[in-house]
């Protein structure tokens, strides 16, 4: 979920930055579909074509995804946030643990507002330069199966820039709640979005640590 992360040192190069966001586009679009890294490196792809620099974002997801989760900071604030998050709801069915990941990768997110106020701009802007039937032939290409449903969530993706909703509790709880609904669980419980606020600080923190000025 934190998309800007991934892009943010390819905002130059359009089809780098839909592959950063592939995999977790993947999950919507085509349910079991994987980008596994051992197959990406056997693909052979004409240099500099939009399947090679697509799959270099994705491999660049990859990459982000071992540096991020093994950050220290990472693991505490999120530990600390799975504690908070159960306190609240009873349900056995309320997964405290993986939505406190994901709080810690959207808050990833929004601390990147603040410090790059024009980055999701360019990220959308980046994506919506891509031709969507070309996005999808290139996507379909690195998973080894046909995507029809790639172009129309490109679409839906820029009409929602739902990024820039990060920048509130509300907006953040909002997001988490949509990948709840998505994936038949419930909702978030009260009491939530005044988790998300205390969680905030520590994450500008290591936002900073994990994207330090050039």
Known sequence: MNFLAHALLHLDDPWVVAGTSLPDWLRVVRRGARLRPAHLTTLALPEGSPAYRLRTGVQCHHEDDRRFHADPGFETIAGELTVALRALSPDPRFRASTIAHVTVEILVDAALLGSHPRAAERYYQALASLDPHELGRAASALAGVELPRLPELQRRFLDARFILDYASDAGVRGALD?????????????????????????????????????
């Open 178 to 214: 949509a990948v709840l609904r998505r994936t038949g669980l419930p909702p978030t419980p009260r009491g939530t979005r005044e988790v998300i606020g205390r969680a905030r600080p520590q994450v500008v923190s290591l936002a900073a640590a994990l994207f330090p000025p050039p």
